[in-house]
């Protein structure tokens, strides 16, 4: 990557990391109201250490690590600077199995915020869908066999990520769920939790929120630097909406649709990459088209469908003062 796709892809996985994790800032706001100004300074202060160095740090480097053992944990880290064609290759060749197993995961995530969660209605359908929100489980089913087939003629370790990818969907699911009657719990002030267990309480939180970041920022780069500085960036403007501006945040009711289409979105490319990998370009010119998305259309793509749903709920916000003013 060149300079420019370089500082495209930060600016992307900034962005992304923002409107992805409106969501935990809000929960992190919630529940530091209900704690002392010295825990809030300590969770605020210290909290961004694990946020951006430990968790957005170490775990891209972990997943890469684990998806090619053959690295070692040291190349893992230092290989987006190697030159060595040796390293490139090992990268090259795992890379389809995480890239279609974190596809899956942002694929199953935007269909159950799509059938099931409560939301602002942005788009045409949405309602419709919303409505059919038993038919999810049905849904994901059918991508899942469809994804492991395609994936078997090309890779079966393609699977193996597939799979992955869906368990990881639903592990996470089941620790948000779990978060989100926490959260009741202590808002009715009936959980008896130290500030201590609360502080806990966020970083795991976070952890588990950032995920999502972590796994959709491979869409963008397999840089672990590029990595860390972009959604360092997006975890350090998180931090800052918590603690000043959360309630404007949450005036902009549609950005929460942004984040979800950029996941699928996202998601979708991870998976056409994967298979990708595969495809000769000049056996199949047009499907080698679709596959073969250059570097720099990910963060445009990013930028322009959060740009969208901003530019929606600032005007939604503008007609409703309007309204209120007469």
Request: net charge positive; hydrophobic share 50%.
């Amino acid at each position: 990557m060149n300079i420019y796709s370089s500082l495209l892809s930060v600016f992307g996985l900034a962005l992304f990391e923002i409107i992805i994790s409106v969501d935990n800032a809000i929960i992190n706001a919630e529940v530091l109201g209900t704690m002392s100004k010295k825990a809030r300074r300590w969770f605020l202060i210290w909290g961004i250490l694990t946020a951006v160095f430990v968790i957005r740090g170490l775990l891209p480097w972990l997943i890469i690590w684990i998806s090619t053992p053959d690295l070692g944990p040291i190349a893992a880290w230092t290989a987006s600077f190697s030159g060595d064609e040796k390293v490139k290759d090992i990268i090259d060749e795992s890379s389809p199995i995480l890239l279609i197993g974190g596809g899956t995961f942002l694929v199953f995530l935007f269909f159950h915020w799509l059938f099931l969660e409560v939301k602002h209605y942005g788009l045409i359908g949405e309602r419709f869908i919303h409505k059919q929100g038993v038919w999810f489980y049905a849904v994901v089913s059918i991508i899942l066999v469809a994804l492991v087939w395609v994936s078997l003629k090309f890779n079966p370790m393609m699977s193996l990520g597939i799979v992955i990818g869906s368990s990881a969907f639903f592990i996470t699911h089941g620790f948000k769920e779990n978060a989100e009657q926490m959260e009741k719990q202590m808002l009715d002030g009936k959980s008896g939790m130290s500030d201590l267990s609360k502080i806990l309480y966020l970083e795991v939180i976070d952890a588990t929120f950032s995920i999502d970041g972590i796994l959709g920022a491979f869409a963008f780069t397999f840089s672990i630097p590029l990595i860390l500085i972009g959604n360092g960036i997006g975890a350090l403007v998180v931090r800052q909406l918590t603690v000043s501006n959360i309630e404007n945040v949450k005036k902009y009711k549609y950005l929460k649709n942004g984040a979800m289409y950029s996941i699928f979105t996202l998601g979708s490319i991870m998976i056409l990459h994967s298979f990708g990998h595969y495809i000769d370009a000049n056996k199949y010119p047009y499907l080698s088209i679709i596959t073969h998305i250059p570097d720099w259309f990910t963060p445009v793509v990013t930028f322009t469908i959060v740009g969208y749903f901003f530019w929606k709920s600032y005007r939604e916000l503008k007609k409703s003062k309007g309204i209120l003013a007469k």
